[in-house]
Protein backbone atom coordinates (compact mmCIF):
# COMPACT_ATOMS: atom_id res chain seq x y z
CA UNK A 1 0.00 0.00 0.00
CA UNK A 2 1.43 4.02 -1.31
CA UNK A 3 1.69 6.03 1.28
CA UNK A 4 -1.29 8.03 2.27
CA UNK A 5 0.64 11.66 2.24
CA UNK A 6 2.34 12.88 -0.79
CA UNK A 7 4.82 15.71 -0.41
CA UNK A 8 6.45 18.17 -2.44
CA UNK A 9 8.66 20.88 -2.32
CA UNK A 10 8.92 24.68 -4.55
CA UNK A 11 10.96 26.99 -3.46
CA UNK A 12 9.96 27.83 0.00
CA UNK A 13 6.07 26.51 -0.58
CA UNK A 14 5.29 23.04 0.85
CA UNK A 15 2.58 21.22 -1.01
CA UNK A 16 0.67 18.31 1.14
CA UNK A 17 -1.65 15.70 -0.53
CA UNK A 18 -3.75 13.59 1.38
CA UNK A 19 -4.23 10.56 -0.67
CA UNK A 20 -6.06 7.82 0.94
CA UNK A 21 -8.87 5.91 -1.81
CA UNK A 22 -11.42 5.84 -2.04
CA UNK A 23 -12.63 8.65 0.29
CA UNK A 24 -9.13 10.13 1.84
CA UNK A 25 -10.54 8.94 5.58
CA UNK A 26 -8.10 9.58 7.92
CA UNK A 27 -6.87 6.99 10.51
CA UNK A 28 -4.50 7.07 13.12
CA UNK A 29 -1.51 5.93 11.14
CA UNK A 30 -2.34 8.78 8.49
CA UNK A 31 -2.90 11.59 11.54
CA UNK A 32 0.55 10.81 12.67
CA UNK A 33 2.23 10.91 9.36
CA UNK A 34 0.45 14.69 9.14
CA UNK A 35 1.30 15.48 12.10
CA UNK A 36 5.19 14.83 11.29
CA UNK A 37 4.77 16.51 7.83
CA UNK A 38 3.59 19.72 9.65
CA UNK A 39 5.94 19.77 12.51
CA UNK A 40 8.79 19.25 9.77
CA UNK A 41 7.47 21.95 8.15
CA UNK A 42 6.92 24.11 10.87
CA UNK A 43 10.59 23.63 12.19
CA UNK A 44 12.21 23.64 8.51
CA UNK A 45 13.14 27.90 8.28
CA UNK A 46 13.00 27.04 4.38
CA UNK A 47 9.52 26.95 4.03
CA UNK A 48 7.29 29.59 4.37
CA UNK A 49 3.91 28.43 3.28
CA UNK A 50 2.04 25.25 3.24
CA UNK A 51 -1.08 23.83 0.95
CA UNK A 52 -2.91 20.99 1.91
CA UNK A 53 -5.10 19.36 -0.51
CA UNK A 54 -6.57 15.68 -1.37
CA UNK A 55 -6.44 13.05 -4.50
CA UNK A 56 -8.97 12.76 -6.72
CA UNK A 57 -12.30 14.97 -7.80
CA UNK A 58 -14.96 13.30 -5.24
CA UNK A 59 -13.66 13.94 -2.05
CA UNK A 60 -11.42 16.06 -0.50
CA UNK A 61 -11.94 14.02 3.36
CA UNK A 62 -14.89 12.92 5.48
CA UNK A 63 -12.98 12.75 8.54
CA UNK A 64 -12.15 9.76 10.51
CA UNK A 65 -11.82 6.10 8.72
CA UNK A 66 -14.85 4.36 10.12
CA UNK A 67 -13.82 1.11 8.54
CA UNK A 68 -10.15 1.46 10.45
CA UNK A 69 -12.60 2.14 13.53
CA UNK A 70 -14.12 -1.10 12.81
CA UNK A 71 -10.87 -2.99 12.90
CA UNK A 72 -9.50 -1.67 15.90
CA UNK A 73 -8.24 2.45 15.36
CA UNK A 74 -9.86 3.82 18.63
CA UNK A 75 -11.53 7.14 18.33
CA UNK A 76 -9.82 8.26 21.46
CA UNK A 77 -5.92 6.87 20.39
CA UNK A 78 -2.92 8.52 19.25
CA UNK A 79 -3.64 10.87 16.64
CA UNK A 80 0.17 11.96 17.08
CA UNK A 81 2.11 15.70 17.93
CA UNK A 82 -0.73 17.31 16.17
CA UNK A 83 -3.83 15.96 16.96
CA UNK A 84 -6.05 14.52 14.75
CA UNK A 85 -5.51 15.28 10.85
CA UNK A 86 -1.35 16.61 12.27
CA UNK A 87 -2.24 20.40 12.53
CA UNK A 88 -4.97 21.05 14.89
CA UNK A 89 -2.97 20.58 18.31
CA UNK A 90 0.16 21.48 16.86
CA UNK A 91 2.16 24.14 19.07
CA UNK A 92 3.70 27.04 17.37
CA UNK A 93 2.25 26.25 14.00
CA UNK A 94 3.16 30.20 13.15
CA UNK A 95 3.30 29.67 9.26
CA UNK A 96 0.71 30.16 6.83
CA UNK A 97 -1.60 27.07 5.46
CA UNK A 98 -3.69 27.08 2.24
CA UNK A 99 -6.44 24.19 1.89
CA UNK A 100 -7.20 23.42 -1.59
CA UNK A 101 -10.93 21.73 -1.01
CA UNK A 102 -11.32 19.30 -4.15
CA UNK A 103 -14.60 17.56 -3.10
CA UNK A 104 -16.41 16.00 -0.08
CA UNK A 105 -15.54 18.05 2.80
CA UNK A 106 -17.19 17.16 6.06
CA UNK A 107 -17.35 15.77 9.74
CA UNK A 108 -13.55 15.87 10.77
CA UNK A 109 -12.49 16.88 7.44
CA UNK A 110 -14.09 20.19 7.51
CA UNK A 111 -12.20 20.41 10.98
CA UNK A 112 -8.96 20.05 9.60
CA UNK A 113 -9.84 22.41 6.85
CA UNK A 114 -11.25 25.01 9.44
CA UNK A 115 -7.45 24.73 11.01
CA UNK A 116 -5.93 26.28 8.01
CA UNK A 117 -5.88 29.98 7.15
CA UNK A 118 -7.25 30.31 3.69
CA UNK A 119 -9.79 28.09 2.44
CA UNK A 120 -10.31 27.77 -1.63
CA UNK A 121 -13.24 25.37 -2.67
CA UNK A 122 -13.61 23.61 -6.08
CA UNK A 123 -16.88 24.55 -7.46
CA UNK A 124 -18.38 21.69 -6.76
CA UNK A 125 -17.04 21.00 -2.93
CA UNK A 126 -19.71 20.48 -0.29
CA UNK A 127 -19.83 20.45 3.20
CA UNK A 128 -21.28 19.28 6.54
CA UNK A 129 -20.90 18.33 10.11
CA UNK A 130 -22.75 15.01 10.19
CA UNK A 131 -21.44 14.01 13.91
CA UNK A 132 -24.91 14.81 14.92
CA UNK A 133 -26.73 11.95 13.00
CA UNK A 134 -24.09 9.08 14.38
CA UNK A 135 -24.89 10.00 17.98
CA UNK A 136 -21.54 11.49 18.52
CA UNK A 137 -19.64 15.41 18.95
CA UNK A 138 -18.11 17.24 16.37
CA UNK A 139 -16.07 18.53 18.91
CA UNK A 140 -12.97 20.69 17.33
CA UNK A 141 -15.66 22.16 14.79
CA UNK A 142 -18.07 23.21 17.98
CA UNK A 143 -15.54 25.41 19.24
CA UNK A 144 -14.23 26.77 15.96
CA UNK A 145 -16.89 27.15 13.90
CA UNK A 146 -18.80 29.94 16.06
CA UNK A 147 -15.96 31.88 15.83
CA UNK A 148 -15.27 31.86 12.11
CA UNK A 149 -18.99 32.29 10.82
CA UNK A 150 -22.24 33.50 12.68
CA UNK A 151 -23.37 31.91 15.90
CA UNK A 152 -26.84 30.49 14.49
CA UNK A 153 -25.69 29.37 11.46
CA UNK A 154 -22.76 27.42 13.19
CA UNK A 155 -25.29 25.84 15.66
CA UNK A 156 -27.79 25.18 12.61
CA UNK A 157 -25.19 23.03 10.93
CA UNK A 158 -23.60 21.91 14.06
CA UNK A 159 -27.66 21.01 15.07
CA UNK A 160 -28.89 19.21 11.87
CA UNK A 161 -25.79 18.04 9.87
CA UNK A 162 -27.70 19.99 6.92
CA UNK A 163 -25.07 19.85 3.82
CA UNK A 164 -24.04 23.22 2.23
CA UNK A 165 -22.46 23.68 -1.33
CA UNK A 166 -19.44 25.89 -2.05
CA UNK A 167 -21.59 28.75 -2.64
CA UNK A 168 -23.09 28.87 0.76
CA UNK A 169 -20.67 28.46 1.95
CA UNK A 170 -18.66 31.48 0.81
CA UNK A 171 -21.54 33.32 1.44
CA UNK A 172 -21.13 32.42 5.57
CA UNK A 173 -17.27 33.00 5.27
CA UNK A 174 -15.06 30.01 5.70
CA UNK A 175 -14.60 29.76 2.11
CA UNK A 176 -12.63 32.70 0.59
CA UNK A 177 -12.82 31.88 -3.12
CA UNK A 178 -14.64 29.06 -5.06
CA UNK A 179 -12.94 28.16 -8.72
CA UNK A 180 -13.42 25.85 -11.49
CA UNK A 181 -11.56 22.26 -10.88
CA UNK A 182 -9.18 22.32 -13.10
CA UNK A 183 -7.86 25.81 -11.65
CA UNK A 184 -8.11 25.42 -8.26
CA UNK A 185 -4.40 23.97 -7.41
CA UNK A 186 -3.06 26.74 -9.83
CA UNK A 187 -4.66 29.31 -7.74
CA UNK A 188 -3.47 27.99 -4.28
CA UNK A 189 0.02 27.83 -6.04
CA UNK A 190 0.00 31.03 -6.79
CA UNK A 191 -1.73 32.67 -3.64
CA UNK A 192 1.11 30.41 -1.70
CA UNK A 193 4.33 32.09 -3.89
CA UNK A 194 2.80 35.50 -3.41
CA UNK A 195 2.55 34.89 0.21
CA UNK A 196 5.86 33.06 0.43
CA UNK A 197 7.20 36.40 -0.92
CA UNK A 198 6.46 38.51 1.97
CA UNK A 199 8.48 38.66 5.31
CA UNK A 200 8.07 35.85 7.16
CA UNK A 201 8.83 36.67 10.68
CA UNK A 202 5.52 38.82 10.23
CA UNK A 203 3.44 36.11 9.55
CA UNK A 204 4.68 34.27 12.09
CA UNK A 205 4.09 37.12 13.82
CA UNK A 206 0.87 37.64 12.49
CA UNK A 207 -0.55 33.95 13.39
CA UNK A 208 1.01 34.03 17.36
CA UNK A 209 -1.01 37.40 17.85
CA UNK A 210 -4.36 36.32 16.34
CA UNK A 211 -4.42 33.02 17.88
CA UNK A 212 -2.99 34.63 21.43
CA UNK A 213 -6.15 37.08 21.28
CA UNK A 214 -8.29 35.10 20.21
CA UNK A 215 -9.95 34.26 23.90
CA UNK A 216 -8.31 37.71 25.42
CA UNK A 217 -9.61 40.54 25.89
CA UNK A 218 -8.38 43.33 23.76
CA UNK A 219 -6.51 45.66 26.08
CA UNK A 220 -4.32 42.39 27.50
CA UNK A 221 -3.85 41.19 23.88
CA UNK A 222 -2.51 44.11 22.80
CA UNK A 223 -0.22 44.41 26.09
CA UNK A 224 1.45 40.78 25.25
CA UNK A 225 2.17 42.72 21.74
CA UNK A 226 3.66 45.78 22.74
CA UNK A 227 5.61 44.54 26.10
CA UNK A 228 7.42 41.73 23.33
CA UNK A 229 5.79 38.80 25.53
CA UNK A 230 5.17 36.94 22.30
CA UNK A 231 7.93 35.07 20.71
CA UNK A 232 7.37 35.93 17.90
CA UNK A 233 6.90 39.38 18.24
CA UNK A 234 9.97 39.82 20.49
CA UNK A 235 11.67 38.06 17.58
CA UNK A 236 9.79 40.17 15.02
CA UNK A 237 11.14 43.71 16.93
CA UNK A 238 14.66 42.45 17.02
CA UNK A 239 15.59 41.67 13.62
CA UNK A 240 16.98 42.28 10.37
CA UNK A 241 14.23 41.87 8.16
CA UNK A 242 12.23 44.97 10.04
CA UNK A 243 15.28 46.92 9.59
CA UNK A 244 15.28 45.81 6.10
CA UNK A 245 11.60 46.65 5.72
CA UNK A 246 12.86 50.29 6.72
CA UNK A 247 15.35 50.89 4.05
CA UNK A 248 13.61 48.98 1.29
CA UNK A 249 10.63 51.90 1.89
CA UNK A 250 13.18 54.73 2.43
CA UNK A 251 15.40 53.69 -0.84
CA UNK A 252 12.07 52.91 -2.82
CA UNK A 253 13.05 49.31 -3.81
CA UNK A 254 11.86 46.13 -3.26
CA UNK A 255 12.54 44.22 0.37
CA UNK A 256 14.86 41.22 0.66
CA UNK A 257 13.51 39.16 3.43
CA UNK A 258 16.20 36.49 4.98
CA UNK A 259 14.01 35.56 7.56
CA UNK A 260 16.26 36.82 10.33
Known amino acids: MSEPIKTKIDGH??????DRPKANAVDLKTSKIM????ANFRDDPNLRVAILTASGEKFFCPGWDLKAAADGDA???DYGVGGFGGMQELPHLNK???CAVNGICCGGGLEIALSTDIILAAEHATF???EIRSGTVADAASIKLPKRI???IAMELLLTGRWLDAEEAHKWGFVNEIL???QLLTRARELAQMIASGPPLVMAAIKEVVRDAE???FQDAMNRVTKRQLITVDTLYGSDDMMEGFRAFSEKRDPQWKGK
Open 13 to 18: VLEVTL
Open 128 to 130: ALP
Open 35 to 38: GDVF
Open 96 to 98: PII
Open 215 to 217: DSK
Open 180 to 182: PAD
Open 75 to 77: VDG
Open 150 to 152: PYH
